[in-house]
């Protein structure tokens, strides 16, 4: 039989163990108490990060896929109804069709997956992630690139990072510390319909690589007058390398090239 440790690195388990991260967490996906929303838990684990949501939320449904923690779990909330321990994948679950937000400290091998989950949830308002810093940091744009994925869905999701905890946080701790990640569906998004799919189309193309820079890149549908004239309006160098355009500029470009 494999160890507690074992099991732990097999299922990517890094347990929360800081009572201010939890309570951080938990504010932020449910800032209104006189508005509390649905909320699902992403990997309950033991309830730390658990216990703060169920005091903030008006239903919380907590995913938990190592049999051995759901006793304790459901023991530790019998006596708070609105709290539902749900044996099993977080991925496996349907999206709710009602709107509904996303907490947890992610396990760091399905981050992407998780992340992939939240992206493509209709009702999805937001998520409060604990990912790797480094992958926070990525998608925020905070080592002053900027992802394909962030850029790509931009107009509908706004991507920030909202802290950073030490790896001495958790047991047992990981090798790397972890960020606090936002993920917030805009109300109203920036773009829609066929310009989303225009907007869609220009990102792929810029991300591709085809030609050595984005500027050769965009050649390839555009003519060099109007990329040319859409780094300026967008106060771009035509030798900018393409993770470093900041989504507001790339909502610039697709301005004036989709025109």
Same mark, same amino acid.
């Given at each position: 039989?494999?160890?507690?440790?074992?099991?732990?690195?097999?299922?990517?388990?890094?347990?929360?163990?800081?009572?201010?991260?939890?309570?951080?967490?938990?504010?932020?996906?449910?800032?209104? $108490?006189?508005?509390?929303?649905?909320?699902?838990?992403?990997?309950?684990?033991?309830?730390?990060?658990?216990?703060?949501?169920?005091?903030?939320?008006?239903?919380?449904?907590? &995913?938990?896929? *190592?049999? $051995?923690?759901?006793?304790?779990?459901?023991? !530790?909330?019998?006596?708070?109804?609105? /709290?539902?321990?749900?044996?099993?994948?977080?991925?496996?679950?349907?999206?709710?069709?009602?709107?509904?937000?996303?907490?947890?400290?992610?396990?760091?091998?399905?981050?992407?997956?998780?992340? *992939?989950?939240?992206?493509?949830?209709?009702?999805?308002?937001?998520?409060?992630?604990?990912?790797?810093?480094? &992958?926070?940091?990525?998608?925020?744009?905070? &080592?002053?690139?900027?992802? =394909?994925?962030?850029?790509?869905?931009?107009?509908?999701?706004?991507?920030?990072?909202?802290?950073? /905890?030490?790896? &001495?946080?958790?047991?047992?701790?990981? !090798?790397?510390?972890?960020?606090?990640?936002?993920?917030?569906?805009?109300?109203?998004?920036?773009?829609?319909?066929?310009?989303?799919?225009?907007?869609?189309?220009?990102?792929? =193309?810029?991300?591709?690589? /085809?030609?050595?820079?984005?500027?050769?890149?965009?050649?390839?549908?555009?003519?060099?007058?109007?990329?040319?004239?859409?780094?300026?309006?967008?106060?771009? *160098?035509?030798?900018?390398?393409?993770?470093?355009?900041?989504?507001?500029?790339?909502?610039?470009?697709?301005?004036?090239?989709?025109?």
């Amino acid at each position: 039989m494999a160890r507690p440790t074992q099991r732990a690195r097999t299922l990517s388990q890094n347990f929360l163990a800081d009572r201010a991260t939890a309570e951080h967490v938990a504010r932020l996906a449910a800032p209104d $108490r006189r508005h509390p929303p649905l909320v699902l838990e992403v990997g309950a684990g033991k309830g730390a990060l658990t216990e703060p949501l169920a005091r903030r939320s008006r239903e919380l449904r907590a &995913y938990e896929i *190592d049999p $051995r923690l759901l006793p304790a779990l459901r023991a !530790r909330f019998a006596g708070t109804p609105h /709290v539902h321990v749900v044996a099993g994948d977080f991925l496996a679950a349907r999206p709710p069709r009602t709107p509904f937000s996303v907490a947890g400290n992610v396990p760091f091998s399905r981050t992407a997956d998780i992340v *992939d989950w939240c992206l493509t949830a209709p009702g999805l308002t937001d998520a409060t992630l604990l990912t790797q810093l480094e &992958y926070a940091r990525k998608r925020t744009g905070d &080592y002053g690139r900027w992802s =394909l994925l962030t850029v790509r869905t931009w107009p509908r999701h706004e991507w920030r990072l909202v802290g950073r /905890v030490s790896r &001495y946080g958790f047991r047992p701790a990981p !090798r790397v510390d972890a960020g606090v990640l936002r993920i917030e569906r805009r109300r109203t998004p920036l773009l829609a319909g066929a310009a989303h799919r225009s907007w869609r189309d220009l990102v792929e =193309l810029g991300f591709s690589g /085809v030609g050595g820079s984005l500027h050769a890149s965009l050649r390839r549908a555009h003519p060099r007058r109007r990329v040319d004239a859409a780094f300026r309006v967008a106060c771009l *160098d035509p030798g900018v390398l393409v993770g470093e355009v900041a989504p507001t500029r790339w909502l610039r470009l697709h301005e004036e090239l989709a025109a």
